[in-house]
T-cell receptor, first 112, second 112 residues
């Protein structure tokens, strides 16, 4: 299965600022996904990021708040913009490769 | 959207006991997946099920894809302390690279 490196692993940020999370994959993949996991909760899909096209956002998530870049087949970034304490969550990237999903270790974000 | 109802929400068991958890849905799914998440990590795939009635084992873990395609269960036999974690079911309505829908998770605690 694909190996994902996600950075940073954790961060504490001031409200009103933005954080960009990076997801690097060790192989070329077409489909990458970004999830949010709020404290004690399950995973909720934020958006699907395919190379060469605009990201597709799920209901309740908008591009202005969570802009995504997908410059090539091995890399993507998710930015959490104008953060508030409600954005404190684990953010995970995932890829579809070799007929299965692989998840990164996540970025634990705390907004103060 | 589609929802997966996962139960129980949490379990406290003694080492050596067997564990069972399940997921149900009002929708028909083509794929059922079971993941485990350790603290500070992303979910790791345990078992994938692709056919109604399919029963698949992975070591001490056994999972089944319900005949109605609306449910799945995961059993863990002879639990050990490293089984501690959160177990998530996930489903795909169509399979392949379609996005995942996650259950809310079952938090397992194993007392030595």
């Amino acid at each position: 299965s694909a190996v994902i490196s996600q950075k940073p692993s954790r961060d504490i940020c001031q409200r009103g600022t933005s954080l960009t999370i990076q997801c690097q994959v060790d192989s070329q993949v077409t489909m990458m996904f970004w999830y949010r996991q709020q404290p004690g909760q399950s995973l909720t899909l934020i958006a699907t990021a395919n190379q060469g096209s605009e990201a597709t956002y799920e209901s309740g998530f908008v591009i202005d708040k969570f802009p995504i870049s997908r410059p090539n087949l091995t890399f993507s970034t998710l930015t959490v913009s104008n953060m508030s304490p409600e954005d404190s969550s684990i953010y995970l990237c995932s890829v579809w490769a070799n007929y299965g999903y692989t998840f990164g270790s996540g970025t634990r974000l705390t907004v103060v | 959207g589609q929802q997966l109802n996962q139960s129980p929400q949490s379990m406290f068991i003694q080492e050596g006991e067997d564990v069972s958890m399940n997921c149900t849905s009002s929708s028909i799914f083509n794929t059922w997946l079971w993941y485990k998440q350790d603290p500070g990590e992303g979910p790791v795939l345990l078992i994938a099920l692709y056919k109604a009635g399919e029963l698949t084992s992975n070591g001490r873990l056994t999972a089944q894809f319900g005949i109605t395609r609306k449910d799945s269960f995961l059993n863990i036999s002879a639990s050990i302390p490293s089984d501690v974690g959160i177990y998530f079911c996930a489903g795909q309505l169509k399979g392949g690279s379609e996005k995942l829908v996650f259950g809310k998770g079952t938090k397992l605690t194993v007392n030595p």
